[in-house]
T-cell receptor, first 117, second 116 residues
């Protein structure tokens, strides 16, 4: 049962326009949500996060919105640039208590964004 | 500043062979993780180590073992490789040891493993 869903495998956007990537989750125990960006042959890199107690977080061209009642979050990229072309993973954090304590991330399947010049 | 280093980058194994994937981080992070990524799937957690001296199973631990050799190094071992273990393996680390700390994962560039 997939707890974090990215229902769009791919998205194409013109350079300069807005890119909106969506993510849905099912588990109310998630307390933090993160977006990772991945280029081919590289590991994912952290992009932006949002706490479950907030509804918006902004970092330059990137904004993440969280709608807790709908269990939905979205990543907005404005304006989109060709260098933004990558796979974007949504991830949700749940606290675990194992020994010293840690957290686990559950990832969605990713959305491949193509920004067309 | 190397971050998280994984070796090897590529590996081909025959069914039944064993191998160890190596991972080292130079950020003095407490927690380390092994994930696998399969086509059309998100990253799935295999094992993690919240701190030096501890390891725990993740979502898909069967067929794997891990060793947290010291604070820097966390290895993943396949004792008897199977074709279902063909995947890209990512090691990651994070500063977080206490749940209050917000600390994103830092990933290595992955090991592409093929089991024939």
């Amino acid at each position: 049962d997939q707890q974090v869903k990215q229902n769009s495998p791919s998205l194409s956007v013109q350079e300069g326009r807005i890119s909106i990537l969506n993510c849905d989750y099912t588990n109310s125990m998630f307390d933090y949500f993160l977006w990772y960006k991945k280029y081919p042959a590289e590991g994912p890199t952290f992009l932006i996060s949002i706490s479950s107690i907030k509804d918006k977080n902004e970092d330059g061209r990137f904004t993440v919105f969280l709608n807790k009642s709908a269990k939905h979050l979205s990543l907005h990229i404005v304006p989109s640039q060709p260098g933004d072309s990558a796979v974007y993973f949504c991830a949700a954090r749940m606290l675990t208590y194992s020994g010293a304590g840690s957290y686990q991330l559950t990832f969605g399947k990713g959305t491949k964004l193509s920004v067309i010049p | 500043n190397a971050g998280v280093t994984q070796t090897p980058k590529f590996q081909v194994l025959k069914t039944g062979q064993s191998m160890t994937l190596q991972c080292a981080q130079d950020m003095n992070h407490n927690s380390m993780y092994w994930y696998r990524q399969d086509p059309g799937m998100g990253l799935r957690l295999i094992y993690y180590s919240a701190s030096e001296g501890t390891t725990d199973k993740g979502e898909v631990p069967n067929g794997y073992n891990v060793s947290r050799l010291n604070k820097r190094e966390f290895s993943l071992r396949l004792e008897s490789a199977a074709p279902s273990q063909t995947s890209v393996y990512f090691c990651a680390s994070s500063e977080a040891i206490l749940v209050q700390v917000d600390s994103p994962l830092h990933f290595g560039n992955g090991t592409r493993l093929t089991v024939t």
